[in-house]
């Protein structure tokens, strides 16, 4: 076979386990398919979206190992061994809990479609930084929404970090 019939050919599925919200799942998929499809259409996983496909605009966010990781261009072979939490699985984080009742209270989302990823940067967020700065907050508030609620976003993480009011 030549090296030009190899660069065409299928690629291969392999079989991994991937940790997603505490539960050990059997994959069959190629290395190189990206996280986002696995937990959509192998797992039935729907509230990670699809947005950009580029990592630009945050609605397949979903953390690996308690890191903001955009889905749509982690492939999975470099997820494998690691704990992979989706927004299906967020409230049993204590402060994932606490952000999404936050984001009730301040009605924050409209269509709702960026939201999961929005919620899985806030609890990032004050895991990292119980008491983040408006700089901090700036940095890792940086999902696109459509909608325009980011005024509703701030106030919500705002008063998550403990200054009620801040829109």
Known sequence: MSDFSR?????????????????????EA???TPLLWVIRDNLGLTGTKYGCGLAQC????????????RSC???IDSVEG???TTIEAIENDPVGKRVVEKWVEYQVPQCGYCQSGQVMAA??????????????VAAAMV?????????????????????????
């Open 30 to 32: 190629d290395g190189d």
């Open 82 to 84: 690691r704990e992979i």
């Open 123 to 136: 609890t990032a967020l004050l895991r990292e930084t119980q008491n983040p700065t408006e700089d901090d």
């Open 143 to 167: 999902n696109l929404c459509r909608c325009g609620t980011y005024n509703a976003i701030h106030a919500a993480v705002k008063d998550l970090a403990g200054e009620k009011g801040g829109a």
């Open 73 to 75: 261009v982690t492939p």
């Open 7 to 27: 660069r065409d050919a299928e690629p291969r599925e392999s079989s991994m386990k991937l940790s997603i919200n505490n539960e050990v799942h059997d994959v």
């Open 58 to 69: 945050g609605a397949c966010s979903v953390m690996v190992d308690g890191v903001v990781t």
